[in-house]
């Protein structure tokens, strides 16, 4: 340990363990994630839930706390949080099951080292307003991506080039490769103006999330 601490770099973690939100309204946030995650309460102790949706204790916890008042909009503060999934089959897949659960996303977007479904609940927010990303890799290893960040494509557009999911799934059941369909566009410059998380819409609140029918 002494000579770990003379290195002078600090111990990186071995992995991120959970997020912990407060909220003014948490039976809707505990429902929506449940939803969105495909996950289960593990435990309600007082004003704490704690959700997992695999071998971790817990994922998210939701935390009712005195005096939590709403979300502000454009504050300083954490701008959202991303799960990732292994292939774009999965990704889309699980953006099928949120919609029957009337839950889609505001924003769809081929950044490049990834492709992204920023969501709100009627578009990937959740009840309080805090943004969520589902996203799968574009590249097959950490080289390529980070090639690919230091290009001229990318410091042209490092904001991603939009799609619509529906199109995209056309594709994949078509038999179109994975790799064809996750190749980002070139549009050219793009300004941090035209991002739809600029202004999204106002976040729904529902006490359970039925599956919807078509």
């Not at 003014?24 to 997992?52: Q, S």
Request: charged share 25%; aromatic share 10%.
């Amino acid at each position: 340990m002494t000579e770990a601490i003379k290195s002078g770099r600090t111990l990186p973690p071995s992995k991120l363990a959970h997020v912990v939100l407060r909220s003014p309204r948490p039976k809707p946030m505990v429902e929506f994630y449940k939803a969105f995650l495909g996950a289960h309460v593990v435990a309600a102790i007082g004003p704490m839930t704690f959700i997992t949706y695999d071998d971790e204790h817990h994922r998210i916890a939701i935390g009712a706390f005195p005096g939590c008042g709403d979300k502000v909009r454009n504050s300083a503060g954490l701008e959202h949080i991303a799960f990732s999934f292994d292939t774009l089959n999965d990704l889309f897949t699980a953006y099928r099951q949120r919609k029957a659960h009337g839950i889609l996303p505001i924003w769809c977007v081929n950044h490049g080292p990834t492709t992204s479904l920023y969501a709100n609940y009627s578009a990937y927010q959740d009840p309080d307003g805090n943004v969520l990303e589902t996203q799968v890799d574009n590249f097959d290893n950490v080289e390529d991506a980070n090639e690919f960040m230091m290009s001229p494509a990318f410091v042209e557009n490092v904001y991603g080039v939009d799609f619509d999911p529906e199109e995209l799934i056309k594709r994949l059941e078509s038999g179109e490769p994975e790799s064809e369909i996750k190749k980002r566009p070139e549009i050219g410059p793009r300004s941090i103006e035209t991002l739809p998380l600029l202004n999204p819409p106002p976040p729904l609140v529902k006490d359970s999330y039925d599956i919807i029918e078509a």
